[in-house]
């Protein structure tokens, strides 16, 4: 749940999440270019965090890793992580990595991100 007045928590919400739609949703007129309001099942939308995070919670949606915790940037951490530059990736790596962490069914973020963590302290 956002931290009502917090700027960081809400740019943080506002991190675009690539989602696979797991149940028809009809009137949500995502694409302003297509014909029709609907969107089918297994398409592939880019979304807000926040709007993901609850359509994930009504299990509508299943959400992908973002690619700023993906292999690639696992890699390059390991590899030598004063270079990285995490910011350029998201702005709040560490923040949303925290929030996506649990919804995303992949248990590669927890050690990415304290990895990330231990190495630039």
């Not at 506002?14 to 302003?32: L, Q």
Request: glycine share 4%; with cysteine.
């Amino acid at each position: 749940m956002a931290k009502f007045y917090d700027m960081d928590d809400i740019i943080t919400d506002e991190e675009v999440v690539s989602v696979v739609f797991e149940k028809a949703a009809c009137g949500v007129g995502i694409d302003p270019s297509s014909e029709t309001d609907s969107v089918e099942v297994g398409s592939k939308v880019e979304l807000p965090f926040w709007l993901a995070h609850e359509l994930h919670l009504r299990q509508a949606v299943s959400m992908n890793v973002p690619t700023c915790f993906d292999q690639k940037t696992k890699l390059e951490i390991q590899a030598d992580s004063a270079c990285v530059d995490l910011r350029s990736r998201c702005p709040f790596f560490y923040e949303f990595g925290c929030k996506i962490a649990p919804l995303v069914g992949v248990r590669t973020i927890g050690p990415l991100l304290l990895s990330a963590f231990k190495s630039s302290v």
